[in-house]
């Protein structure tokens, strides 16, 4: 499957089948116990290159950002416009559905009386009544002595609580550095860092803001920041997928 050749139908099919092979109870798991979960090889290298290949090709997109004019870090992203490339807009209508079960579960754990529907299309829905209604699926794109800074992807009130990022590029030989990180702020303690190894293809699903700790006197909220560190050498390319829109 290419992101230019395949029509929508077929890259919906796609999506919709390689994300219904992955162990789902594990990486569920994995996002309670620990705020994030890799979905190896969730994208094949072609896929990967014709997807980082979008980014010079401004008609794709609606926006541009240099980090550094924001104090968000150095390097530079783009969003999507819409319609979504048929392959990113297919993965996150797949992905949604498995990730909004989760998210229910923690916002029942959490005491958040707020669920989530079952299809990504009817959660849009309710983005747009609170008018947002901007595309969140970014492209970012990093060299030498880039970074992002620790930060929260909300972009409105309406927030859903998990999203997902695809390497795009091979680390050792298109880049080196250039780790993604998860912090995790708990209550009266220390922070936590989590570094995530990820190669080529390779997914990783994270907590957005909060999630649910079980404690000795029940569950609490831990508050979730995510970044890049600096990337040393070569050049790097992620692809993002947010599942609300923007105001």
């Not at 996150?92 to 998210?103: G, I, K, N």
Request: charged share 20%.
């Amino acid at each position: 499957m290419t992101i230019h050749s395949i029509g929508s139908k077929a890259a919906v099919q796609s999506a919709q089948t390689r994300v219904a092979e992955y162990d789902w109870e594990m990486l569920a798991g994995e996002l309670s116990n620990h705020g994030c979960a890799v979905m190896e090889k969730l994208l094949t290298p072609e896929e990967c290159r014709q997807i980082a290949g979008l980014y010079p090709q401004e008609e794709h997109f609606r926006s541009h950002v240099h980090m550094a004019r924001h104090g968000f870090g150095k390097g530079e992203y783009r969003y999507f416009r819409y319609p979504l490339p048929d392959l990113i807009g297919a993965l996150r209508s797949a992905l949604y559905p498995r990730l909004a079960a989760v998210a229910n579960d923690w916002n029942e754990r959490m005491g958040i009386a707020l669920r989530y529907p079952a299809e990504h299309a009817a959660f849009l829905k309710q983005c747009h009544e609170q008018g947002q209604t901007r595309p969140t699926p970014l492209l970012l794109q990093y060299v030498p002595g880039d970074f992002n800074c620790l930060h929260q992807d909300l972009y409105g009130d309406l927030a859903f609580p998990l999203q997902v990022a695809i390497l795009l590029s091979q680390p050792g030989k298109d880049f080196t550095g250039g780790e993604f990180v998860l912090t995790e702020q708990r209550p009266r303690m220390q922070s936590r860092a989590e570094v995530v190894p990820l190669r080529q293809g390779d997914a990783v699903a994270f907590a957005v803001h909060n999630r649910p700790v079980q404690g000795t006197k029940g569950n609490y909220r831990v508050n979730l920041r995510h970044g890049v560190s600096r990337l040393r050498s070569g050049m790097r390319h992620t692809v993002g997928i947010i599942f609300h829109d923007a105001k």
